[in-house]
Each structure stands twice: as C-alpha cells, then as structure tokens.
C-alpha cells in the first residue's frame, strides 16, 4: 500500500462546514451512538464531508474531530488508513477507480487503466486538464464474477472492454453520467450467464429442481430434530438410495420428521422443539411478581443472554433484581420466555441458575460457579 498524505498546502481549503441538509444528518447520525460512544460516527462523517467536496481534506478532518470531542490525529489516522477516502482534490465530473486485482488483471483491467492514463492522466491521481476527471488502481471491488470491472461514485460499471470505458468517461466528461446505466456492460442480467439462463430453461428440470427441494426440505426438518448427535443420523438419511425413494414419495417425508421429533421428545435430556405460541398476557397469573424499581437496581445485563434491549423489558415487567431472577419457578421461567419470544432460551442459558450465583456473591462467585467472568 502507499504512503497516504494530506493534499499539499496549496490544495487544502481553510475551513469546512456540513451544507444544512448534510449538518442535520451528521447530527442525527451521532445521536445513534451511546452516550459516550459518539466517536463510531467518525466514518460516517468523513464519508459525508467527502461526498459533499468530493474528497476529505484537512478542514474536514477537524471539523470532525472538533464535533466529536476527538484529537485530531486520531481523526487524520482513520483518514490515512481507509483507502476510500481521497487525501487529494479528485475530478470534479468523475473519479474513476479501476479494480486491479488478479481476476481484472485476468481479463482486461490493464487495458482499462491504459484508456484512464491516455484519456485522463498518466499518474493516478492526478487530474486531467480541466479538473473534471482522476483515476486510480484499488484492489478488489467485490463484482470479480464481471470483471473487469470500475467504480465511479457509488457505482460500479462491468464487463467492460477499453472501448466501453472510454464511451463511459467520455459520457461522464460531458456531464451526462446519470445517463449511464450501471452494472454489465454486455447482454447479462446482474452476474447470470451471458447471453441469457443455460440451466432451468425448460419444465422438466424445473419439475425435477423443485422434487429435490421438497427432499431437501424434509432431510432438513429431519436433521433439525434429530438427537444429538445429529451428524450420523443426518448422514445416514441423505444416501443416494433414500434421497431416491423420497424423490418418488417426498409426501412421507414430513411424517418421518414427525416421527423422529416424537422419538426425540420421548429421549431423556433432550428438548422437544418448542411450538410458536402466542405472547402471554400480562394477567396471566404465571407472570412473576414485580416489584417497585430500587435505589440500585443489579445489572440484570451480567447474566448472559439479557443485553439492554432485555434489561429494559424486565424493568419493565417489575424485574429488576438476581434475587427476582433466581427465584422464577418453572411456570413463571416458560411466561417471560414465552413473554420474550425466547423459545426456551432462559432454560437453556440457565438464567436461574447465574441470577443465583450473582445473588449470592455477585461476579466473583460467578466466576466460581461458571469459571469465567459474567457476560
Ligand atoms: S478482482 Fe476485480 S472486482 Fe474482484
């Protein structure tokens, strides 16, 4: 990778402001975060200030350094580090980033990069005469099943051949570039075959694709029951022989995924699946007790499997203390799982069991029961 400097002095604004919309925004963008954390829109902000003056300069850089309470240097390293921002004035009409790596290079982004050099520049980054157009060489651009490929703005241009480039920076030079109609360049739709489908094209296949997914479907719903361990069982149900016998009857595969998910709530140890079911009600008189809120309510997020998002709907319920948790019998543990939607995952994180030990001596003790640190 190279060197990323700031532009030279004589390229550099002396000072940048959001336009009123992008303020608003970057506004509502920092508010995202939690207090404390305003930081993490570092990104979202050099990206802004950058599509707003089509690169990111040393203005910017403080801007968005003095918004969030950041040093500057620490703004300027996330600059320098992430090659999608422009450190330098780009063309005003289109910055054209040609995708080099192998399965490009493979198929024609030399060619691509020599149109670039003899229609805009020789060097990357620098722009043409009339500051409209720049260029530059980026690694792979993630649409390698088109290549060769470029990217101007936010979109990509692929299938290309030097010709069609050069119609496309032409048409941008002109200031007609929403006139250009991204993604392939030749007769495929998205990353289909060229020239139109080759597989699937009659019914008989069709008919053929879609007994198989029926098959698939049902060895799937067979493994998702299976007991543990799963892996032999499933092994053994999708041999050739039986994926044939069920191509000729797949209506008796659901009934053998039925059978096999009786056979694995009769195991000892094992849960059944648990059916959707509808949200209990608040009266229901399995709900636990709630109490009012405390001075010091514990932090319910140190048992695992309560973020804040729960923490919050526990508050809600009246919950608000380990003791409360460790105490929930077993119809009041099944009324909040149902309540979350959790499908038995407090049995399975075994909230009970951590509220107990956090109760009893709060993470130290956690760490003797689990032998590892809450959450
Ligand atoms: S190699 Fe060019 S897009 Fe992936």
Redesign the pocket.
């Known amino acids: 990778m190279s060197v990323r400097r700031l532009a030279e002095d004589q390229f550099q604004p002396a000072a940048f402001a959001f336009n009123d919309e992008n303020a608003a925004w970057a506004d509502k963008t920092i508010q995202k975060y939690p207090a404390g954390r305003q930081q993490s829109a570092v990104i979202p902000l050099l990206m802004r200030a950058q599509e707003q003056d089509g690169w990111v300069t040393r203005a910017a850089i403080e801007k968005v350094a003095n918004m969030l309470d950041m040093a500057y240097i620490r703004v300027l390293e996330v600059a320098t580090f992430y090659t999608q921002f422009q450190l330098g004035p780009v063309g005003t009409r289109a910055h054209i980033q040609v995708?080099g790596?192998?399965?490009?290079m493979l198929r024609g982004s030399e060619g691509l990069m020599s149109v670039c050099k003899s229609k805009i520049h020789h060097h990357p980054f620098e722009r043409n005469a009339e500051g409209t157009l720049s260029w530059e060489e980026v690694e792979?651009?993630?649409?390698?099943v088109n290549?060769?490929?470029v990217m101007i703005g936010k979109d990509t241009y692929e299938d290309l051949t030097p010709e069609r480039l050069a119609e496309i920076i032409d048409t941008f030079d002109a200031g007609n570039g929403a006139s250009v109609t991204p993604g392939p360049q030749i007769d495929r739709h998205f990353s289909s075959p060229e020239g139109g489908p080759t597989s699937l094209t009659d019914e008989e296949p069709k008919k053929k694709a879609s007994a198989k997914k029926v098959v698939a479907d049902a060895a799937t719903a067979t493994v998702d029951a299976a007991p543990v361990p799963p892996s032999e069982a499933a092994r053994a149900k999708s041999t050739d022989a039986e994926t044939n016998a069920a191509l000729k009857t797949p209506v008796t595969a659901p009934k053998a995924a039925a059978k096999n998910a009786k056979a694995v709530e009769e195991q000892p140890g094992v849960a059944a699946p648990v059916p959707a079911t509808a949200k209990p009600s608040l009266t229901d008189k399995n709900r636990p007790a709630g109490i009012e809120k405390p001075a010091t309510p514990d932090d319910l997020k140190l048992i695992s499997g309560v973020g804040p998002k729960i923490e919050g709907t526990l508050h809600e319920l009246g919950i608000f203390t380990f003791a409360q948790v460790a105490g929930w019998k077993k119809a009041e543990r099944e009324w909040v799982d149902g309540y979350l939607n959790f499908k038995g995952r407090i049995d399975r994180d075994d909230w009970v069991k951590q509220a107990k030990a956090l109760a009893k001596g709060g993470e130290a003790e956690y760490i003797k029961v689990f032998g590892k640190k809450p959450r």
């Open positions: 995708c790596t192998t399965p490009c792979c651009l993630g649409a390698c290549a060769p490929m």
